[in-house]
């Protein structure tokens, strides 16, 4: 269920996060979680996101669970959990990867190992579901971002082999490009995801799901038909500076 309406409140954040991501300032209703579906550390490459900036950042936010879904790696999610733990930090970490296939992207959630990349969406939906992780699908209709085509996404549904849409992506400027992709989950009975894309520290939490709280793939994905989007664009640019990069 798309929600950007409020719920009552509960307060667990810094005045701060709520500043960059009003919605954060909703409550959840007792139960239930707060989600960021897609996020990424310094592992993506194209991210700089240390995890010292990620945990910075996460006690800012009310935020109960983030998806680490870095560019064909799950180290830096590996990672995060781990740091996360250690810095107790009140957010989980769910392990994912965003699979670069063919021209296109898919989003491999509750992973235990790495998907290798440059196969079919097909292949790369198959080997996501070997190790009992869900198929997720970002940016679907965003032009001018690596998202699958129309027809790819249909031959995924046909054969059953994709469980969730992105319905909002904080990196995608349009509004209507995110309707879209709420309209296509509707129309085939799909679970609708949110999430923040963040490459930047700033950017985590705005786009999120608001759903019961869930123990495993298979819970994640019923909670999650019931959930609540909630989320704004949010791509502020990140002044420049010199990182190691580590490697997948």
Known sequence: MVDTGGVNS???SDPSGEVRHPHLAEARPPGWVRVDMHAHTM???DSTTTP???IDALRDLAIDVVC???HNAIAGAETMRERLAQAEVECRVVVGEEVRCGRGELIGLFLSERVAPNQTALATAEAIRAQGGLVYAPHPFDPMRNGLSLEELDDLVARDMLDIVEGHN???SLRSLNQRAVEYASENGLAVGAGSDAHVPRAFGAG????PDFEGAESFLASLKVGRLAGHHFDEPR??????IPST
């Open 68 to 70: 680490i879904t870095d």
């Open 208 to 211: 999120v799901v608001t759903m």
């Open 170 to 172: 904080g990196k995608t």
């Open 239 to 244: 002044p420049w500076a010199p990182r190691i």
């Open 43 to 45: 592992w993506s490459g």
């Open 10 to 12: 509960i307060a667990r």
């Open 52 to 54: 010292e900036e990620i």
